[in-house]
């Protein structure tokens, strides 16, 4: 991509790169209907649902996996054709430095609301010792961020989730007195909102495999 250094000049680079890869790769997927998109599941995680709509839009077949090192896997193996990763995971730099994948394109979209949950008519854990929390990684700070007054200095056991929905599940399991999931997880799970933020904007990045260099020589 070229480079300059004036702001207008810039920002018509960047906006003819966006349009450029979404042009080839829709008009791929307009000539091969059906083209495999793998995300991390179950139904209901915000990459279940951006996954959807690009689906929706443009006739994409959704193959969901329990992790996104799973949706790597399966891409490697030639399983799916693209992974769509949102540019939240932590992990992302392991398809964008691995040497077999490119990034074909991106795209701003938002997630569901967000917040902590608790099973229903469970009052909040009482006391002052710590508090048992099933959360990804990446939303942990969502917790902080949140949190009632009354929960508020006291130690988190974090209960390691590999979704927003593993979360939601482990809740309504009895694996956890909290949860820090998505609007679908309280919905699919019968869960109670203790404290809620909206969604946020976030890039959604699409990876697919490198093109194989045509082999040389006469023979």
């Known amino acids: ?95 964008h430095w691995h040497r077999d994948l490119r990034l074909r394109a991106f795209f701003p979209q938002a997630t569901p609301e967000y917040g902590i949950a608790a099973a229903p008519g469970v009052p909040l854990p009482p006391g002052e010792g710590p508090v048992s929390v099933a959360a990804m990684w990446e939303v942990r700070r969502i917790y902080a961020e949140v949190v009632p007054a009354s929960l508020r200095g006291r130690e988190v056991v974090w209960v390691e989730a590999s979704s927003t929905q593993h979360a939601a599940s482990i809740l309504a ?29 976030i890039i959604w990045t699409l990876f697919g495999r490198a093109e194989r260099e045509p082999s040389g020589g006469s023979g």
């Not at 209907?33 to 959807?52: E, I, N, Q, V």
């Not at 820090?180 to 869960?191: C, I, M, S």
């Open 1 to 95: 991509m070229a480079t300059t250094t004036d702001p207008g000049a810039l920002a018509g680079v960047l906006a003819e790169e966006y349009t450029a890869r979404w042009s080839e790769l829709t008009g791929r997927w307009a000539s091969r209907p059906g083209t495999t998109l793998g995300t991390l599941g179950p139904a209901g995680t915000s990459s279940d649902l951006a996954a959807r709509f690009l689906a929706a839009e443009h006739g994409l077949r959704v193959e969901l996996f329990a992790t996104f090192d799973d949706v790597l896997d399966q891409l490697l193996r030639e399983r799916v054709e693209l992974a769509l990763v949102p540019s939240a995971y932590g992990g992302l730099t392991g398809f």
């Open 173 to 201: 399991d009895g694996g956890a007195e909290l949860a820090v999931t998505n609007a679908p997880g309280v919905r699919a799970h019968g869960l109670r909102w203790v404290a809620t933020r909206p969604g946020a904007e």
